[in-house]
Nanobody
């Protein structure tokens, strides 16, 4: 079992930045692929970025070049730095931990990009 707690969401103006954090507990953090997903109203949940246990990363085309995912294994935490935010980035952002057939979700944090 893994417990995930996201933080760092909020209201930001277009062009601004946010750093989301996801603190994990309850299992061996280093074995998990960690991901950030988002879900906007009326839309399906989509992958934003992921980082493997070995540090390999992948990004959705919509955020590539504007976002950076990273992990601090000593702190059992994964981060998502988002820059040049756009109104279309508005969504609830969820942290995910995946290993084999197991997957765990956080409760989500709201990101609103608006002037």
């Amino acid at each position: 079992q893994v417990q995930l707690v996201e933080s760092g969401g909020g209201l930001v103006q277009p062009g601004g930045s946010l750093r989301l954090s996801c603190a994990a507990s309850g299992s061996i953090f280093t074995i998990y692929t960690m991901g950030w997903y988002r879900q906007a109203p009326g839309k399906q949940r989509e992958l934003v970025a992921a980082i493997s246990s070995g540090g390999s990363t992948n990004y959705a085309a919509s955020v590539k070049g504007r976002s950076t995912i990273s992990r601090d294994n000593a702190k059992n935490t994964v981060y998502l730095q988002m820059n040049s935010l756009k109104p279309e980035d508005t969504a609830v952002y969820y942290c995910n931990a995946a290993f084999g057939t197991s997957g765990y979700w956080g409760q989500g944090t709201q990101v609103t990009v608006s002037s």
